[in-house]
């Protein structure tokens, strides 16, 4: 190597990179296929990482947008996915007060949902309603949930009134949906007094939101109900202790009431919440570069494969060069280059499809709703898009570079005699 | 009397092909004085190519010494051999072996990118030996463009590009028509007369040698006649 790096600081470097270049382009189908190779895995770890790299800042975001001080209580055993996303168990009135009788809790902000058709203008669509108890709901979602109203105001509570997410008015029906306008809900009338900014989700802005009594009066739930449970802690307490303390609250009201032992509801903080989602992603992440990686790897193979059949097909034109007085490390240089650019160019192309790619899903992601979604493309990705090819395709040359440098002239120009 | 530039003593060269020995020199014994002027002869299988790969530093004797310019060759490194090969001799094919992606203007220049002459001078001296061969329209042509005259044109430029010591020939002519290869001998003795270098060309052409001073008739891997006068073996046919 010692050799490579003395004559790759002499003047003649210039001469072999253009030998080199030359001899990619006269075999271009095969070079070109070769290059395809590596853009297939490039593009790949580009696309893939910055994707779930937005995903993860994205989610991350949307946690912050909680609060560091909030604890969310569900039905249903975490350790159990789905019995959380049957979603079927719900809290009791008793649970509810017994939450809010854990040491540490300020405020229980209990909350309901379920879908409904509603109809605005001559259009109906299904659509997510949720109860909140406004009163107290409004001062905590504001504070430490940051929402907002882009138009209108809050409702009151004993009236007949709603607020909307950001989807809702400008997405989910094809007329833009506007505040004092009038919206029929499971066949009853409302009025639209506020719409929200939004809230971070696709999916938190396709709600409509209600004071939690209107709600019941209209899905006809029981009273005092709820299917998740925000809490905000005092000020100055541990949030793991107050989460603790909800926890041993709710056991034990639940075994007053049912007789039983089981857990079959979770209790997370915001913060744990943020764990489970980046741990979560981590792994993902570490799958893509698996794979990625295992594509990058094929590719370089081929460049070895390549490289192999060019050597042997220039067996000659090496007799050639070494006749004239060629070293064993020129030949070296001009194999390895050639398989150092086959191998840049692959990076060039994936990093620029992969970039591509990743803004492509960004833009749809903003059309259509799932989640508001921005592809991570961060500096350190694009560099190592660009070099790490380039040191690909030069270990996958060594070895085809090697033989073709310490073949014996005699030989090499006998081939094809 | 000048030291010999090349000097074989004893040299074998024995091929193993499929666990059978094939002798291509039997112990051939040679000197050669620089500035000379010398064709090999002898017809094909004799083992004059070989005898020619020897003294170009690309095959190596099975036994006996060679000296190249006062070195023996069987002592230098891989290094030295290349610089050997590409400023103390200068090589012609008989199938020209130019690169067929370089034009004739690279060709030429390779052996001196090789020693790192600097850009602006070796496209200059390229420039001057493709003018002196008569290329001067032909500069920035692929191989594939060119006659095959004017290939082995670029190649003798090629050969002269660092000023070697010596130039060797391998049948240099043998793919060219009579009038062509009477042209390209003309080139090489206005060389030999002007620079006064060595120049050792293999031929079973009588015509050809008759531009040499010196003849070295090989036959069966042996040296038959070491003529010193081209006219004794001319006058012999």
Redesign the interface.
Known sequence: MAEIGSSLF???TK??FS?AL??IR?RSLRSWLTILGIVIGVFLIISLLSLSEGLKSTITKQLKSLGGEMIFVMPGDMSNPLSMFMGGSKFERQDIEAIGNAEGVDKVLSMSYQSGVARYGEESKTIFLAGIPMKIGIEVLEKFQGWSLEKGRWPNTGKREVIIGQQVANEIFKEKVGVNTEITIKGRRFEIVGILNSLGSKSDDSYIYMDMSLYEWLTGEKKGTAQQVIVKIQDGSNLDQVAENIKESLQETRKRRAGTDTVDFSVITSEKMGDIAGNILGVIQIVIVAFASIAIIVGGIGITNTMFTSVRERT??IG?????????S?ILTIFLMEAGIIGSIGGVGGTLLGVFFAKLIEIYGQVHPLFYFAASISPGLIIFGLVFPFFVGCIAGLLPAKQAASMK??EA?RRF? | MPDSIIKLEDVWKIYLLDKVELTALKGVSLEINPGDFVTVMGPSGSGKSTLLNMIGALDFPTKGKLFLNGKDVSLLSENELALLRGKTIGFIFQEFNLLPNLNALQNVMLPMIFQGVPEKERVEKAKRLLVSVGLEGRIMHQPAELSGGERQRVAIARSFANDPEMVIADEPTGNLDSKTGKMIMEILEKFHSEKKKTIVVVTHDPNIAGYSEKIVNIKDGEVVVNHHQASEILWQK
């Open positions: 002499k003047g003649e001469e072999y030998i030359r001899n006269t000659k034109e050639i060069m070494k006749a004239i007085g060629a070293k064993n020129a002239p005699v120009l005699e």
